[in-house]
């Protein structure tokens, strides 16, 4: 999702001169293949969007495969940029690396100043490493890796996986197959009281070039709209706009994740970035793509 989404920006910016690599091509965590590749092709700028990424239920159970599968293609991919000349690297990151019960909204100096929700900490530390290496790198190698933390993502090309996906496109499937199916009602996971926000990926993708164009520095930058709503709002509002009028039941025996995570987004704000699509727009556009490409996606 966020790979195609950096890569439209770049092409509507005018940008020509782009190498993209799949999974199927490249597989990152493949240390050999990503030297030879980095070597071919001495890449000048890199945006690291690669990451085994999953939700809640993903990350939970598979801690030590999103800890390693993450770490050694941050490794693999971070070191052989450096290798091999790279002017600057963009790592993209995740609001997850934050502590649990972090002061809100969530400014980029609390990193490391307290424990890690339990749910995701695998994958939270895998990313803490990536970011502190591009730092290293700076300190030890004045070089110019930069990170990004984003808050929830949704929109083109989401992962609409029923293990493996987040919230929102998770939402975006159940009440739509909900409503294909007439069902009368769909259970959510949590009591959905937890407090949330959501970046609709075309204005990151604008974030990520634009701080790839113009900041320099060790400490990362947050993205997100600085908007929350609780995970029982969102639902009513996915439920709406997909059109599913049945019952909405919630599970309180299932975790709700860390109970609130909002980003403070002032830093990006002075820097000269803000989003543009609100929630309710930026589900309309997810919807209709999913709708688009369902078959494509086989679901
Ligand atoms: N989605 C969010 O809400 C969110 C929020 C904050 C931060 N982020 C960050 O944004 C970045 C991109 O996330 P996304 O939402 O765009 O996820 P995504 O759609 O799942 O994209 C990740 C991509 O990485 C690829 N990949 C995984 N393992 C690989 C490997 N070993 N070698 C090569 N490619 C591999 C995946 O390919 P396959 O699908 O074929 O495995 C997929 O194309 C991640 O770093 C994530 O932490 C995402």
Known sequence: MVGSAIVRELSRQGYTN?????????????????????RDEKPEYVFLAAAKVGGILGNAVGKA??????????????????????R????????????????????????LTSELEKTNEAYALAKISGLKYCEYLNTQYRTDYISVMPTNLYGPNDN?????????????????????????????????????????????????????????GNETVNAGTGKELTIKELANLVAGIVGYTGEIRWDASKPNGT????????KAKALGWTYHTELDEGIRLTYRDFLENTERRGL
């Open 65 to 86: 495969d999103f800890m390693y599968e993450n770490m050694e293609i941050e490794m693999n991919v971070i070191h052989s940029a450096w290798k091999n000349g790279c």
């Open 18 to 38: 782009l190498i993209v690599k799949s999974h199927a091509d490249l597989d990152l965590t493949r240390q050999v293949e990503v030297e030879e590749f980095f």
């Open 160 to 216: 609409y996986h029923l293990q493996n996906s987040h919230v929102l496109p998770a939402l975006i499937r159940r009440f739509h197959e909900a409503k294909e199916k007439n069902l009368p009602y769909v259970e959510c996971w949590g009591d959905g009281s937890a407090l949330r926000e959501f970046l609709y990926v075309d204005d990151l993708a604008e974030l990520c070039v634009f701080l790839m164009n113009n900041y320099h």
């Open 88 to 111: 600057k690297l963009e790592f993209l990151g995740s609001s997850c690396i934050y502590p649990r019960l972090a002061p809100q909204p969530i400014t980029e100096n609390c990193l």
């Open 259 to 266: 109970p609130r995570k909002l980003l403070n987004v002032e």
